[in-house]
């Protein structure tokens, strides 16, 4: 089993920023893609950002220019820098991982709430 453990969601103004990380502990062997969901009420879990363990990354359409996902491996963690929020970007953000080990696993974190007052 994979352990995540999120921080770093809150309240935050419009174009204001807030940092998300994500560290993995337990029975890690390579995580190969660590990133990002999220899902806003009524919405169906969309894309943020997720990053190989080769550094290629992956954003979703709403989030480019603006967030930034970034990965420590010696921590097993993964981290994701949002700027200039908008209201629309209030969710619950859900950290993923892909664990392989002979096959690939994955776990979701438990949610951070990120709130965007206008």
């Known amino acids: 089993q994979v352990h995540l453990v999120e921080s770093g969601g809150g309240l935050v103004q419009a174009g204001g920023s807030l940092r998300l990380s994500c560290a993995a502990s337990?029975?890690?062997?390579?995580?190969?893609?660590m990133g990002w969901y999220r899902q806003a009420p009524g919405k169906q879990r969309e894309l943020v950002a997720v990053?190989?363990?080769?550094?290629?990354?992956t954003y979703g359409d709403s989030v480019k220019g603006r967030f930034t996902c970034s990965r420590d491996n010696a921590k097993n963690t993964v981290y994701l820098q949002m700027n200039s929020l908008k209201p629309e970007d209030t969710a619950v953000y859900y950290c993923?991982?892909?664990?392989?080990?002979?096959?690939?696993?994955?776990?979701w974190g438990q949610g951070t709430q990120v709130t965007v007052s206008s």
């Open positions: 993923k991982v892909h664990n392989l080990n002979i096959r690939v696993s994955e776990y």
């Open positions: 337990g029975s890690i062997s390579r995580l190969i893609v």
């Open positions: 990053r190989t363990s080769g550094g290629i990354t």
